[in-house]
């Protein structure tokens, strides 16, 4: 029977709860335990599909077409595998199936409430996750912080969960904050004791606490947190920062986090952390250092691209390296364009995804720069449309072509909708998603970067390359060499007589894993080390980096 290890926050949010969460199911996973990661997010939403990513960081997109939270691309990277929709639960998708159940008279005429009905559909999700997955242990992360509104049915069903599955069957695990102030040099408690009252409050007593800090938590402090929260000593667990997350849990297990874990789950399992130490150690102590920047127009928040962020770090690491991301904003371009040949100063320049129309004629003045200049460039979903459509601008004189996103009007569509999406009004679950078979053509950079004619990526789109112009693009050097859809979907571009410039309509960094980098992210980084290696112009002007 499978086992529950819930996961839940206090203080604040964004202290790294879900690397925390990632970190121990892969200390559980070396140990032998088949495991698996569920994340609730309390918002009612339905899918993370709409939201902005100031809002909510990136969307991470399954294979099986989920749009879900970013932490689901945590676990991937942990874990090794593949994580699905049903891997993240929302509110939205709670409540739409109890009213659905109810419209259908399934309830037979009770009064519908939050208990027990929303409390079942939420621990009837969780079971059907851990028997559809056969795993020993499902970790559940819950969202947010313990005391908002939003998460009090799920922590009911938590509380359910305990009473119903017992002791040894389920375990909390509780994530705060010890924040220290300059002044004092303390590092404070306090906020984790409110945290843990506020548990208790609504039935919840945590049998582990990570604490999260800059530093080390002193002994004294640890038995301090122990006294209030009737936690033991030995199950109160610094986390301080590092200088990478795949450090995070080789710092759980030093800590000794393992050994309240399977006494209570009764787990008798033995850990081999050799293979991931060889993983971990990768992504420190390299001399080498390439700077890339990213143009966007979320720059102001990290999260926004995280995978791709992540992707480039893995790239960085095979090739040893450590890769500074500086993120620019692809308007403040616009309103100064001598500020492009800042880009100079940089080995690489990646274009992210996004979608609308502010900001795309930085981007396409940024994607001309990297060709023009001989950058190693990089282009992501929309970064591979807006780079077609600078070629065009640019290298093919058509001085008015456009994606139709931007332009509905332009003479020269070179970016054009999907034509199944004509008639879609919804905006949430309607794009082109998940993952799709590419197939690569014979001789091209693309085969020489994977090694094999047929890859399967994720995608999250709504417009495509307009094959209209195909012909003329190969003309002028730029090939497109890889298809889907039975040759329907342009997949990869790439610049012949450029030092690396390529494209993607896929989502490459969706499948990148510290164990196996994703290969052409490897290979402009690569390209990004050869520059590297160049004499650089100065430094960059900080006015433009955030």
């Not at 599955?165 to 389920?170: A, L, Q, V, Y």
Request: glycine share 8%; with cysteine; aromatic share 8%.
């Amino acid at each position: 029977m499978p086992k529950f290890l819930f996961v839940t926050g206090g203080v604040m949010s964004g202290l790294g709860k879900g690397i925390t969460t990632s970190s121990v199911a892969k200390l559980l996973q070396l140990s032998g335990v088949e495991v698996t990661s569920l994340k609730i997010d309390p918002y009612l939403n339905f899918d993370a599909g709409t939201m902005n990513p100031y809002t909510h960081g990136e969307v991470f997109v399954t294979d099986d077409g989920g749009e879900t939270d970013m932490d689901l691309g945590n676990y991937e990277r942990f874990l090794n595998r593949d994580m699905t929709k049903a891997n993240n639960i929302t509110t939205g998708q709670i409540y739409k199936k109890v009213i659905d159940d109810e419209r259908r008279g399934r309830f037979l005429g009770k009064s519908v409430q939050i208990i027990p009905h929303v409390t079942d559909e939420i621990k009837r999700r969780i079971r059907e996750l851990a028997e559809a997955e056969k795993v020993d242990v499902l970790v559940v992360e819950c969202g947010g912080t313990v005391g908002d509104i939003e998460s009090l049915p799920f922590l009911e069903a938590f509380r359910q969960m305990r009473m119903e599955e017992g002791p040894s069957k389920t375990l909390f695990l509780h994530v705060s904050l010890a924040p220290e102030l300059s002044v004092v040099g303390e590092m404070k408690t306090k906020p984790t004791q409110h945290s843990v009252q506020e548990m208790r409050r609504i039935g919840l007593q945590p049998d582990i606490i990570v604490i999260r800090g800059t530093r080390v938590l002193p002994q004294e402090t640890k038995e301090k947190v122990s006294l209030f929260t009737s936690v033991p000593v030995e199950s109160v667990i610094s986390d301080p920062d590092v200088e990478s997350i795949y450090q995070v849990p080789r710092l759980l297990e030093r800590e000794g986090i393992l050994k309240p874990i399977r006494k209570q789950l009764g787990l008798r399992t033995k850990l081999d952390m050799r293979s991931w130490n060889a993983v971990a150690d990768r992504f420190v102590d390299h001399e080498a250092t390439v700077r890339i920047a990213m143009v966007g127009k979320y720059a102001n928040l990290a999260d926004s691209y995280v995978s791709v962020n992540q992707a480039l770090s893995h790239a960085a690491a095979v090739n040893g390296a450590n890769v500074r991301i500086s993120w620019i904003e692809s308007e403040e371009l616009e309103k100064d364009t001598s500020r492009l040949q800042l880009m100079q100063a940089y080995d690489g320049v990646v274009l992210p995804q996004g979608f609308g129309s502010r900001g795309i004629e930085g981007k396409i003045a940024a994607a001309n720069e990297a060709r023009a200049s001989g950058i190693p460039f990089l282009g992501l979903c929309y970064g591979f449309q807006l780079a077609s459509v600078s070629f065009a601008r640019h290298v093919l004189g058509l001085k008015d072509a456009n994606t139709t996103e931007a332009d509905p009007q332009t003479q020269h569509p070179i970016i054009d909708l999907l034509p199944e999406q004509r008639q879609v009004s919804d905006l949430g679950g309607t794009m082109r998603l998940g993952g799709h078979d590419v197939f690569i053509k014979k001789p091209s950079r693309a085969y020489e970067i994977y090694r094999t004619d047929k890859i399967r990526e994720r995608h999250r789109h709504r417009f495509e390359f307009n094959q209209k112009y195909l012909e003329r693009f190969e003309q002028k050097g730029m090939r497109y060499t890889a298809f889907s859809d039975n040759g329907r979907r342009a997949e990869i571009m790439e610049l012949e007589g450029h030092p690396f410039y390529m494209a993607t309509q896929y989502h490459p960094e969706y499948i990148s894993r510290p164990e196996k980098p994703e290969p052409i992210y490897v290979a402009f980084v690569e390209a990004c080390v050869r520059r590297a290696r160049q004499a650089r112009p100065p430094e960059k002007v900080r006015t433009l980096v955030r």
